[in-house]
């Protein structure tokens, strides 16, 4: 697939300066294999390998094509819970306004700003609004749930990262899970 996907592009691994993951949160094996296939890669090309949060990629979906100035992604987290975070977005710059967290939906809590704003909700942890408290369903503007992040948005991430000196090393590349408890258990 590597392959292919290069050979569209006109490109060789030789031709690349480095490499990104998708390091979530997000599944657990989802997350050990973009990790660890990324991993691969960069050690051997003994590249830069860069992490782009799959909150962050979401929320700049929401800037690229709405351009919203206030993002809150959340993804199914299953378990009864969801990823979220929230940011402020200007001209393709996101800044988190609250760090990515998992939690109950109950519990969701948009951030304090200086006036009153419409927030974007984007992301399959939308699915849970009606559990989340009413002060975060009235202060949505629009709900996108179906949107998935795109590896345009996450290459624009990277690009950023990567223009603003990021270059973490292979051995570096760790995938974030923000959930301790991994194994589900019936009651």
Same mark, same amino acid.
């Given at each position: ?15 690349l ?12 094996t ?22 782009v949060s799959?909150?962050?990629t979401?929320?700049?979906?929401a ?18 819970e969801?990823?979220?975070a ?7 710059? =996101?800044?988190?306004?609250?760090? &990515?967290?998992?939690? !109950?939906? +109950?519990?969701?809590?948009?951030? $304090? @700003? ?25 202060? =949505?503007?629009?709900?996108?749930? &179906?949107?998935?992040? !795109?590896? +345009?948005?996450?290459?624009?991430? $990277? @690009? ?21 408890e ?6």
């Amino acid at each position: 697939m590597v392959d292919d996907v290069l050979a569209e592009a006109g490109v060789g691994l030789s031709d690349l300066d480095a490499l990104a993951y998708g390091r979530g949160p997000g599944s657990f094996t989802g997350l050990r294999i973009a990790a660890g296939t990324a991993q691969g890669l960069a050690f051997a090309l003994e590249c830069p390998l860069i992490g782009v949060s799959t909150l962050e990629t979401l929320a700049l979906a929401a800037h690229r094509r709405l351009h919203a100035r206030y993002v809150v992604a959340a993804l199914d987290a299953r378990m009864n819970e969801i990823y979220a975070a929230a940011y402020r977005c200007h001209d393709g710059v =996101l800044e988190p306004l609250m760090a &990515e967290v998992v939690l !109950a939906p +109950e519990r969701l809590r948009l951030p $304090a @700003v200086s006036h009153d704003v419409d927030w974007v909700g984007i992301g399959s942890g939308w699915t849970l609004r009606e559990r989340m408290p009413v002060e975060v369903q009235s202060a =949505l503007g629009q709900c996108l749930r &179906e949107p998935q992040p !795109a590896a +345009e948005d996450m290459v624009h991430l $990277a @690009v950023q990262a990567w223009q603003s000196g990021e270059r973490p090393t292979p051995d570096a590349a760790v995938p974030v899970y923000l959930r301790n408890e991994v194994a589900w258990q019936r009651a």
